[in-house]
């Protein structure tokens, strides 16, 4: 998981996915509640069409007892979806429709029939029935000539179809957001291929190709953000070629001072003897037995000179034993010398590694 999200590509992907995935989910609750908003909202027109024109359409077949046009009327209610069922009563609480015909002409005991019936007003309720939220429309059925109603109508409205339509809707809302994450996420990965990653790989490349011996800026600049980023590089590239060329003119002339100054001491304070001085390479530096001094280069390496195994051995002696004076008596050019070796740590100097000083033993004594 963690390499997953180590790349930049997956993720800008991770992050449209869930940024995508986020905004579609509010929209969809957002929309699913404005449809059921709007559904709810027609069903209650429906039923205030149902109280000013079915009622009418019921009353009148009611006050002039005719049944067949009473069924008709009611035959036409039950087949909308969104009607569970409809029971007409007279104004005594007889049942005059039911779709059960066995409760045809019992007494119906309900107290919001009783109520409509009794003050002469329409009763719109919402409750749950056996099938869920329903919404209970009861309209007493008035004649003209009669102060009273006659009877009243009770419908039972269901929101289970708008519930079905809603789960219809947010299935097809479901398979759109898919096609368009789908979508979504491909040309997030064109553009982040395009605006990112070929910018970012060119720049892998060009810091690549920068010489560090010469450290010269070879990348594009231009007016886009990777251009002035470019920009930057470049102009770090050219400090740290002038911080690299201060500090490698420091080390030179340090270098030069410090083969002066050893030169000089050497020369001072062991005037009758012979002194070698070698660089960390066993390159001789200077050698006051024939004259060298340390402005002159000297091409003699220190191991082509030594052929006297004693010599060797104290030489190999000085360097285990950086920072200690060796002592020994060693043949140099044919010659015998008390010699004294001495091997700088590497922390103690820049460029002399090791100083010889030989002595003839007639000068000694």
């Known amino acids: 998981m963690k390499s997953f999200f180590a790349n930049l590509e997956y993720r800008f992907v991770a992050f449209t996915a869930v940024l995508f995935l986020a905004a579609t989910l509010l929209a969809q609750s957002f929309m699913i509640r404005q449809e059921r908003a709007a559904l709810e909202t027609r069903l209650g027109e429906k039923a205030a069409f149902i109280n000013t024109f079915y009622a009418f359409l019921i009353a009148d077949a009611l006050s002039r007892k005719d049944d067949v046009t009473l069924l ?91 519930d079905k339509l809603l789960e219809r809707y947010e299935l097809s809302l479901r398979l759109v957001i898919v096609g368009l994450a789908i979508s979504c996420v491909g040309f997030m990965l064109n553009f982040v291929r395009r605006w990112f990653l070929s910018p970012l790989t060119h720049l892998k490349k060009s810091i690549a190709n920068i010489n560090p011996l010469t450290l010269e800026p070879n990348l594009l600049e231009t007016n886009s953000d990777f251009g002035q980023v470019h920009a930057e590089l470049n102009l770090l590239v050219l400090r740290l070629k002038a911080e690299l060329q201060s500090q490698q003119a420091a080390f030179f002339s340090g ?70 004076t060796v002592k020994g008596t060693v043949i140099f050019q044919e010659k015998s010398y008390d010699a004294v070796v001495l091997c700088l740590p590497d922390s103690q100097s820049k460029v002399v590694k090791t100083l010889i000083a030989l002595r003839a033993p007639s000068a000694a004594a």
Do not use: C
């Open 72 to 162: 008709q009327v009611i035959s036409r209610l039950e087949e909308d979806q969104e009607i569970s069922s409809v029971i007409v009563v007279d104004n005594k609480g007889e049942v005059r429709y039911h779709i059960d015909a066995e409760k045809v002409g019992t007494l119906w005991n309900d107290p919001l029939l009783t109520k409509a019936l009794q003050s002469g007003d329409g009763i719109l309720t919402s409750g749950r029935n056996s099938g869920g939220r329903s919404l209970t429309l009861i309209s007493p059925l008035k004649v003209s000539g009669q102060s009273s109603p006659i009877g009243a109508v009770k419908i039972d409205m269901t929101y289970r179809h708008i």
């Open 255 to 324: 270098a030069e001072n410090e083969k002066i100054v050893i030169d000089k001491i050497a020369r001072s304070l062991m005037p009758e003897s012979r002194v070698l001085v070698a660089d960390r390479d066993n390159r001789v530096l200077s050698d006051t037995g024939n004259g060298t001094g340390p402005d002159h280069e000297v091409q003699s390496h220190l191991l082509d000179l030594i052929t006297d195994a004693n010599f060797a051995n104290l030489v190999g002696t000085a360097f285990q034993k950086e920072g200690e």
